[in-house]
């Protein structure tokens, strides 16, 4: 068995011994896969989860309430829905109470004081996939649950909050890899090459790294215009810096190395020691600091989020959650701003301990 083999097997194991490591990556993992999946199992399956009910807003959580579900006469059953929700969702009528008469079907509203004498409202039997009353009060009529409450405009939260995974966990990743991208080369270049390249690469990420870093994303992000992707890349473009010092302390440390003297007697190209010598020992620190990366890449969505200029409505973001609901918290309904920043908190906490347990396992000295 290789060196690197060994050394690779040891820090596995240094790994799986660390608890909180372990059980944060396990964590990551089932939150990743219940985003991914959202819409195969989450209460509201409309696209964004934006089915609203706005007689049942600010709900508690475990709410339950007798709803009417009138389907959508095209519904859909495509992989797109699957992955970006029901276009053409169904609507949903929370009620008192309700009754059939002939070809029509009769309902109170739900209203907070639970008033039976108020106007009924009607709906025609054709708006139904069945006309039978029997079938539709057996497959149309039923209770819902809210596990974790209504919003402000009577959408599901606990749909919300599962699909709200999506923008955190995917501008984590796409922030990281554009970091990676730009500070592994840079620091690399500045480091093995040295000299002006190296004096111009570090007088940059000075400049950079001065600029506090949520006043850079907003200017960015205002330059590129407010959107999805427009924080991954504004979000991107500000944590490359860290990577690049990183990168090219290791660089410089690990050029005189003799392995690398001998790349160069044997003729090889700079970009292939760079490549296939250096940067496959320096890899250990990247890589706790792309963990590290990861949470801040959250914190700072979500931070740009309840600014307003990051995910934009109906878009679900724990962000966006807290700043609609923060001022509920002096309110009497403090769960609508607590539950998602549990959510970020939770998320942030994790990659932390998992970079701490990278750090533990790939430290050579331990």
């Given at each position: 068995m290789s060196k690197s083999s060994t050394s690779k097997n040891l820090a596995l194991q240094k790994f799986k011994s660390n608890f909180w490591g372990v059980s944060c990556l396990v964590f990551i993992g089932l939150i990743a896969l219940a985003g991914i999946a959202a819409y195969t199992w989450i209460p509201d399956q409309s696209q964004n989860a934006n089915q609203m009910a706005l007689n049942i807003q600010l709900k508690s959580p475990n709410f339950k309430v007798q709803?009417?579900?009138?389907?959508?006469?095209?519904?859909?059953?495509?992989w797109k829905s699957f992955v970006m929700g029901k276009e053409k969702s169904s609507e949903i009528h929370p009620i008192i109470s309700y009754r059939f008469s002939k070809d029509s079907l009769y309902y109170i509203p739900y209203n907070e004081e639970g008033k039976t004498n108020l106007?009924?409202?009607?709906?025609?039997?054709?708006?139904?996939?069945?006309?039978?009353?029997?079938e539709i009060e057996a497959k149309n009529i039923y209770t819902k649950t809210y596990l974790l409450g209504t919003d402000q405009y009577g959408r599901d939260l606990l749909s919300?909050?599962?699909?709200g995974i999506r923008i955190s966990l995917s501008i984590g990743f796409i922030a990281v890899f554009?970091?990676?991208?730009?500070?592994?080369?840079?620091?690399?270049i500045g480091g093995y090459f040295g000299g002006k390249i190296d004096a111009f690469i570090m007088w940059l990420i000075n400049v950079?790294?001065?600029?506090?870093?949520?006043?850079?994303?907003?200017?960015i992000t205002l330059a590129l215009g407010k959107g999805f992707y427009q924080v991954f890349i504004a979000v991107g473009l500000t944590m490359w810096v860290e990577v690049a010092r990183i990168v090219r302390g290791q660089v410089i440390s690990v050029k005189e190395m003799q392995y690398i003297t001998a790349a160069r007697a044997l003729g090889f190209r700079d970009s292939r020691i760079i490549i296939k010598h250096i940067l496959p020992n320096i890899l250990a620190p990247v890589i706790v600091i792309s963990a590290a990366n990861f949470a801040a890449a959250i914190l700072i969505e979500s931070g740009l989020s309840f600014l307003g200029i990051g995910a934009q409505p109906p878009t679900p973001s724990w962000g966006t959650m807290i700043k609609d609901h923060y001022a509920y918290i002096s309110l009497g309904k403090p769960f609508l701003a607590i539950i998602p920043g549990l959510a970020i908190m939770l998320s942030v906490m994790s990659f932390m301990l998992i970079g701490n347990a990278l750090r533990d396992a790939l430290d050579v000295k331990n």
């Open positions: 709803v009417i579900e009138i389907p959508h006469p095209n519904p859909e059953n495509n106007v009924e409202k009607v709906i025609p039997l054709q708006q139904f996939l069945e006309i039978n009353s029997k919300r909050l599962i699909l554009i970091s990676l991208v730009i500070g592994i080369s840079l620091g690399a950079t790294w001065s600029i506090p870093t949520l006043l850079l994303v907003i200017a």
